[in-house]
């Protein structure tokens, strides 16, 4: 296969709520689009295109006035909060045009994240971004990676996430767990929110645990359930809990026998070779490591994360340069456990195709 290109009618983060204050200008560029967004005063958050009606000038260039307008910063054009043009420096008298206006793109806020819809405007309402509730509640701790500006196709890491038979070899000497491959996987599949995901799920009884997972979650031994879910091809969630034998089951919360995590992860889109890649892990915020008991679980696991992500992006660097070379005499191999990634790719792909099939072209899904 080739790199696939991300489909637009779909929600990706460009943000945390506190990535936005007021008054702040911030330019994205999400599935090739340029975008310019910002809070008003008002606390509503804003997203436009970035390019000035006039001569394409970025507008997150540019400076938000005392009266709410967005001042370009190459002729001085404002915008008002509508995205019309309310004032022209060189033609102060003169009419305006009703085409001077910028296009909007849709925003939700919900649960600490920023979400932009990308594509098809009219559509926006048939999918509804994923919830991640942890975020925002105070029962949960929740450490909150960098923005990692990743140079590789936004696939690759969905491919990633969703395969845990590469933390050995690639990250053997932290998370690496060769007995973790082996784990035989199930699938699930469904529709939320009008989002189709993908979910495997691998569970194991009476499960040594490694000594990583050991020091962030205390068991030694344990039933564990481990689900990696790609919920949209703009978002992915992982949650592990871990429970003496027998004791699994009542779930992962504030006071809960069971100890784990729930680590989800944003990649959005910027173009065909790359990528924003966020990490937001929670776990309950009474639930301290074993490794250091005046250290939350989260946090604990969270120190690890660094050292465990730069070893995927490097791999996911090394295959994007990959793609550089024709595919001629090359053939890509399926292994069992690739199951989930497949149809992730899969499902990834029949969204392209619906969009291309409503606009007739690729990249067009105006
Ligand atoms: S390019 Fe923005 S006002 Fe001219
Ligand atoms: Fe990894």
Redesign the pocket.
């Known amino acids: 296969m080739g790199l696939i290109t991300a489909p637009r009618n779909c929600w990706y983060v460009v943000g945390t709520s506190g990535d936005f204050p007021s008054g702040d200008l911030q330019g994205r560029v999400v599935c090739n689009r340029p975008i310019v967004i910002w809070r008003t005063s008002d606390g509503d958050v804003l997203a436009y295109d970035d390019r000035?009606?006039?001569?394409?000038?970025p507008?997150s260039k540019?400076r938000l006035m005392d009266d709410g307008t967005l001042e370009?910063?190459?002729?001085?054009?404002r915008y008002d909060v509508s995205g019309k043009v309310v004032v022209?420096?060189s033609h102060p008298t003169g009419p305006i045009s009703p085409q001077a206006k910028l296009k909007p793109f849709p925003i939700i806020e919900q649960d600490q994240l920023v979400w932009l819809w990308p594509g098809d405007a009219s559509k926006c309402e048939t999918r509804k971004p994923p919830r991640t509730p942890e975020i925002a509640d105070a029962d949960w701790d929740t450490v909150i990676g960098e923005p990692m500006d990743t140079p590789a196709n936004f696939m690759l890491l969905v491919e990633n996430l969703l395969d845990i038979t590469h933390f050995y070899p690639l990250h053997d000497g932290n998370i690496g767990d060769l007995a973790n491959s082996l784990i035989p996987i199930e699938l699930e599949e469904g529709d939320e929110d009008g989002n189709h995901y993908v979910k495997t799920i691998r569970c194991v009884q009476n499960y040594k645990q490694p000594p990583y997972l050991v020091d962030w979650f205390h068991y030694e031994t344990v039933d564990r359930e481990h689900t990696h879910c790609m919920q949209s091809p703009g978002f992915t969630r992982v949650v592990m809990r871990n429970a003496p034998p027998g004791k699994l089951g009542g779930g992962l919360h504030k006071g809960s026998i069971e100890r784990g995590y729930v680590l989800m992860h944003s990649h959005t889109p910027v173009d065909d070779r790359r990528h924003i890649w966020r990490w937001y892990l929670s776990a309950p915020v009474d639930h301290m490591s074993a490794g250091d008991p005046s250290v939350s679980s989260a946090k604990r696991a969270a120190s690890m994360f660094p050292a465990v992500v730069a070893e995927d992006l490097w791999a996911l660097e090394q295959q994007q340069a990959m793609f550089d070379y024709s595919d001629e005499g090359y053939q890509e191999v399926f292994l069992k456990p690739d199951k989930g990634l497949r149809r992730a790719r899969q499902i990834i792909q029949k969204m392209v195709r619906e969009e291309e099939a409503a606009t007739g072209s690729t990249q067009a899904a105006e």
Not at 52 to 57: E, I, L, T, V
Not at 72 to 77: N, R, T
């Open positions: 000035c009606a006039h001569k394409r000038f507008l540019g370009c910063a190459y002729h001085g054009m022209i420096p």
